[in-house]
């Protein structure tokens, strides 16, 4: 069995989407990317966790602009995935995600969440800290 990849030649040409990164000074928690059809506003918009840190639960409030599968997940600072789930969303509007502290040890934490719709594919991410 061969498990080499095919490569493109270097005389072919070829092209990538590009992708917006957007981030800012002034809220140090969300890092945000997209990739889409050109013009269309960001599929996905998220607040700062709140509380932030927090001992028992914490809330993100999240906005799709459109039907969308949302997906989540939970980094510990090994980068390890320790939660994730997926939802699916009929259309546009304003959802809030909880999230419990269940058997997450004091720390910092990252988290990823991304909404892929139609014509957009949106992900940001950031970071929360658990205290006793």
């Known amino acids: ?14 092209a990538f989407e590009p ?14 990317f997209e990739e889409g059809i050109g013009g269309e506003e960001s599929g996905l918009t ?13 809330h993100i409030t ?9 997906r989540f997940r939970l980094y510990n600072n090994l980068g390890q995935v320790i939660r994730s789930f997926s ?5 546009p509007g304003e959802y809030t995600l909880t999230l419990k502290r ?7 934490y990252f988290f ?5 719709g139609m014509n957009i594919r949106s992900q940001q991410a950031g970071r929360i800290m658990v205290m006793d």
């Open 1 to 14: 069995m061969d498990d080499r990849k095919e490569l493109v030649p270097l005389d072919q040409n070829v």
């Open 46 to 58: 998220i607040t700062d966790p709140y509380p932030n840190p927090f001992s028992v639960e914490t």
């Open 19 to 32: 992708l917006k990164v957007k981030g800012s000074m002034l809220d140090p928690y969300i890092l945000s």
């Open 102 to 108: 269940e058997d997450l040890l004091p720390g910092l």
């Open 112 to 116: 990823q969440m991304e909404a892929v």
């Open 62 to 70: 999240y906005r799709l602009v459109g039907a969308s599968e949302v």
């Open 87 to 91: 939802e699916k969303h009929e259309g």
